[in-house]
């Protein structure tokens, strides 16, 4: 009897971890993106795209973590102990979208990478997520530490999606099928990640993909594919699809879309050949020592900002950071740090609320909402 009794609680132990392990798998093959055959027939014909995958322009550093040091930021991230979680709700600003004309030039941060940049009269939305975690599964993975500050249905109509790469924090399968049908814009991406798009059924006629130093055109707008310094993948494959940064250059106005990148040697060419940068979106958060090549710190942000802009002319935004905890540092220490590197280099920053709208022509008031 007790034999008996063990084997059914075994067995229901097994039902309930495999209903689990199904409800935390839902929806993820088609999350995965799309098999890796027709990504490389894209892929293949670009001279960043070698030996089956893509490489960095500048070479990333062999060193890599040891299991104690794995475990160390495991434990940091599941009990906090650096405080990477806020301490209390993290604030939000009521967004200020403006259903008629774009202005000349604008940020809103809605979290992480994902911004809505008006530049001469166009508005370009950059890596949007909008789902509460940027993983395949529903139930697991990063899960967001704040809500979006807008819905997706509060968002005027834009003229540009543009994707970084296809990591889940920047390409998010829910957010991406829903702006099929909310929007007419089309989705500018690094080569491969179009695979990705059409096995979701984004219609062919809106994915423009790029190659590092491509451009395509809407209307008098040029958005231009950039070098970064990163890698790619969704699942067991890891850079079968290009990353990138962006320039967005309208008629008057140019911004720089950092997208996710390490500090790299391109930042001054790409400052040469498409700058100087009105505004820059600079990633500041998610590094370690551990992978000190593929995430910028807040100093090397301040610096890629010098890069691409005219001795530090123009507005640094941060991005990729305060959504979603990625990294062990705790959690308000990127703009910390990007405070003091800006000083000394007569950087200007705006550090917007989730949802805050910047427009570099007005007055910029310091207020460090992010001090909780």
């Known amino acids: 009897m007790m034999g008996r009794a063990l084997r059914l609680a075994a067995g229901t132990a097994s039902l309930v971890a495999g209903g689990w392990l ?7 093959p088609a999350a995965l993106g799309a098999d890796p055959s027709s990504i490389q027939a894209v892929s293949e014909g670009s001279s960043n795209y070698r030996d089956g995958v893509f490489v960095n322009l500048d070479p990333l550093s062999m060193y890599t973590l040891n299991r104690e040091e794995l475990r160390l930021i495991a434990w940091e991230l599941i009990a906090n102990r650096g405080g990477s979680r806020p301490s209390k709700s993290i604030p939000l600003a009521a967004p200020q979208i403006y259903k008629g004309d774009a202005s000349p030039l604008a940020v809103s941060w809605f979290g992480h990478s994902t911004a809505l940049v008006e530049i001469d009269g166009y508005r370009v939305l950059t890596d949007p997520v909008w789902s509460d975690r940027c993983s395949p599964s529903d139930l697991v993975g990063p899960q967001r530490l704040h809500p979006p500050p807008v819905q997706l249905e509060g968002l005027p109509a834009v003229d540009a999606v543009v994707i970084s790469h296809d990591h889940y924090d920047h390409l998010d399968i829910d957010t991406v099928i829903a702006l099929v049908h909310s929007q007419r814009a089309p989705f ?74 390490g500090y790299t040697k391109s930042f001054a060419q790409i400052g040469a050949d498409h700058g100087p940068f009105d505004v820059t979106l600079m990633p500041i958060g998610a590094y370690n020592p551990g992978w000190p090549d593929i995430h910028m710190n807040p100093e090397e942000a301040v610096r890629a900002h010098l890069d691409v802009t005219d001795s530090g002319s123009g507005l640094l935004v941060p991005i990729h950071w305060g959504t979603f905890r990625l990294a062990p540092h705790p959690w308000a220490e990127p703009v910390e740090r990007l405070l003091k590197a800006a000083e000394p280099n007569h950087v200007q920053l705006a550090v917007p609320l989730p949802g805050q709208r910047i427009d570099p022509s007005e007055p910029l008031r310091f207020n460090p909402w992010w001090r909780l």
């Open 22 to 28: 199904l409800r935390a798998l839902h929806g993820a």
């Open 188 to 261: 500018f991406v690094p080569l491969g990640v179009g695979a990705h798009l059409r096995s979701w059924g984004v219609p062919e006629h809106r994915i423009v993909e790029l190659d590092w130093q491509q451009s395509a055109q809407v209307d008098e707008l040029t958005i231009i594919c950039m070098p970064a310094r990163h890698f790619s993948g969704r699942f067991m494959s890891r850079n079968n699809t290009l990353w990138a940064s962006w320039a967005f250059v309208g008629p008057t106005h140019r911004a720089y879309f950092g997208g996710d990148t």
